[in-house]
């Protein structure tokens, strides 16, 4: 282990969300976007001012991907994937650019993001405690040029944990239901956005924490979430655990690299479990500097 699992993520951000995703960092903008799935709310928190906006959206968004055009996002929702256009005033425009055929009703889009050449995929699940949930219903879609869900994967609980190697070669992806814990490595061609020779990458329940969202950094390290025990894990390209963060709340989500130098580690979190204390900080952005780990810009949606 590495001196990082002695350091203890601190709350930067107390946003009481119910379920707190997808946390994007901004290069352009130096500012944080995540979502609140349940409560149907993207958040920005500017790091020049401090300032939070609030936009409301007519589905619950849980997965963002910024595109080539300053203020539009895209996003995976309820029905499909959408196009998000964000206004000043609080207001956005919500387009529905791609309708998903979900596996069976109660479906929702889960984890997702860009690959490195800029396509954009996202998993899909039943939302908990719907009917048929914990069903291997869920699927990997990818969002083409001409407007299309294209599928590559099938047969998931819960998808999550998706990200991509520095240079993209290797895609990841966890299934975070309690039944499955695992995450598995993919051969990824980045001329044609395949994945292939999905093989085990790192079998969770020998770990703390189920795995939930993730990022890599320029180690080509797999930055993990292991919600429920309230850490996030690092695994070498090898998948051997290097270090962990601790977070103060059971219920770490998702997190992403930021601030001016990338070495930012920001991790949303779900307020479930902090139901009987509303003065829980659970539901927050928690945050940690790092030293020797440096993540790498999101990639935008280029259609190809």
């Known amino acids: 282990m590495s001196a990082l699992t002695a350091f203890t993520a601190e709350l930067v951000l107390d946003t009481r969300n119910e379920t707190g995703e997808s946390p994007v960092w901004s290069v352009a903008e130096q500012a944080l976007y995540w979502v609140d799935i349940p409560a149907c709310r993207l958040h920005r928190w500017s790091s020049a001012d401090g300032h939070i906006a609030n936009w409301g959206t007519p589905e619950a ?40 055929k979900h596996a069976q009703p109660h479906m929702r889009f889960n984890d997702g993001r860009c690959d490195r050449q800029g396509r954009f995929l996202a998993g899909t699940m039943v939302w908990d405690g719907r009917a048929g949930a914990g069903t291997k219903a869920g699927a990997i879609y990818q969002y083409d040029s001409v407007g ?17 190697s520095p240079r993209g070669e290797t895609m990841y992806l966890s299934d975070s239901h309690p039944e499955e814990r695992m995450v598995w490595a993919y051969d990824y061609d980045v001329r044609t956005g395949t994945p292939s ?28 979430c292991g919600t ?21 709340v059971a219920k770490p989500s998702m997190c992403a690299f930021g601030g001016a130098d990338l070495r930012t580690l920001f991790i949303t979190s779900m307020r479930a479990s902090a139901a009987s204390d509303p003065s829980a900080p659970d539901g927050g952005v928690f945050a940690i500097h790092l030293a020797h780990a440096q993540g790498i810009a999101e990639p935008v949606y280029t259609p190809v």
């Open 61 to 100: 968004i849980a997965c963002l991907a910024p595109t080539q055009h300053a203020n539009q996002w895209l996003a995976g929702a309820d029905t499909g994937i959408a196009r998000l256009t964000l206004s000043s005033d609080s207001a956005l425009e919500f387009e529905c650019v791609a309708l998903a």
């Open 148 to 164: 299309a869900l294209r599928p590559l994967l099938s047969g998931f609980r819960k998808p999550n944990g998706l990200a991509f």
């Open 197 to 224: 020779n999905g093989r085990p990458f790192i079998d969770m329940t020998s770990f703390a924490g189920r795995p939930d969202g993730a990022a890599v950094d320029t180690d080509g390290c797999y930055w993990i």
């Open 228 to 248: 429920d025990a309230g850490v996030v894990h690092r695994y070498t390209p090898q998948g051997q655990l290097d270090s962990s963060v601790r977070v103060p």
